[in-house]
């Protein structure tokens, strides 16, 4: 399980905006309802992406993602957030596009989705150590595959239950129970890791560095 912690710092994310919104004293969740199903939508994602990139809410969602690890009992785990967390809450926050996301959950109307490679990131190259575009696309791999595991699906619905149980969240639970599974299926149809490590500036482009390839009857010009 510990190959799932973006996921796990995503779902915390998210967690966080319900109990921010269901505990608010503010009319911040009242607004929400806008007996329009996209509107509704957008206007929390949007929360959710505002809560992502606000520090004091990221330092919320470290320490949670960090209680997490210690549960599960992984150094793996805990070494990744101590060291990427603040870095894959960025990158979260940037692919956490709320109209995008809507759309995609079949909320809001469009022409078609919306493709991964049509994302764009506003973040300064990684920094490599020489293992970076390895390691990153052997990890996100590794979650690729646990996502698409129905076992996995469920456990991750199931402990997105007890949290939302902890919580007290009626909103929580409902989101869960309708779109959760929706969520966890979309998530991996679009989850393409060699794609997403080069948006993340973990893997350069092919494209500049590709051998050019001859077909057989060019060879036999040449020849």
């Keep these: 399980m510990q190959l799932s912690v973006l996921s796990a710092f995503l779902s915390t994310g ?9 505990t608010a004293e503010s009319n911040a969740a009242s607004d929400l309802a ?14 959710v992406s505002q809560i992502l990139k606000n520090p004091k809410d990221q330092e919320i969602i470290i320490e949670k993602v960090e209680q997490l690890c210690r549960i599960l009992g992984s150094t793996y785990c805990a070494d990744f957030v ?18 995008t996301i809507c759309t995609s959950l079949r909320l809001c109307h469009s022409q078609g989705p919306v493709p991964v490679a ?12 020489g293992n970076s575009c390895t390691d990153c696309v052997a990890f996100l791999t590794d979650l ?58 973990f893997c350069q482009s092919v494209s500049a560095n590709k051998p ?6 060019q060879i ?4």
């Excluded at 619905?157 to 149980?165: M, N, S, T, Y």
């Excluded at 036999?220 to 020849?223: A, E, F, M, S």
Aim: one cysteine or more; charged letters at 25%; a negative charge.
């Design 220 to 223: 036999r010009q040449v020849l």
């Design 82 to 99: 101590d060291e990427y967390g603040e870095l894959a809450l960025a990158y979260l926050a940037d692919f956490f596009d709320p109209k």
């Design 14 to 22: 998210v967690l966080v905006a319900l109990y921010k919104l269901t």
């Design 144 to 201: 690729d595959n646990l996502l698409k595991n129905r076992t996995i699906e469920n456990m991750i619905i199931e402990k997105l239950r007890e949290i939302c149980d902890l919580l007290g969240s009626v909103s929580c639970a409902n989101a869960v129970e309708d779109y959760g599974m929706l969520a966890l299926n979309l998530i991996s149809k679009n989850f393409v890791p060699k794609t997403l490590c080069i948006k993340m500036t």
């Design 34 to 47: 806008a007996n329009d199903i996209c509107t509704d939508c957008v206007n929390f994602m949007g929360d």
């Design 212 to 217: 050019l390839q001859l077909r057989d009857d």
């Design 118 to 129: 049509n994302f764009k990131l506003n973040k300064p190259p990684v920094k490599d150590n």
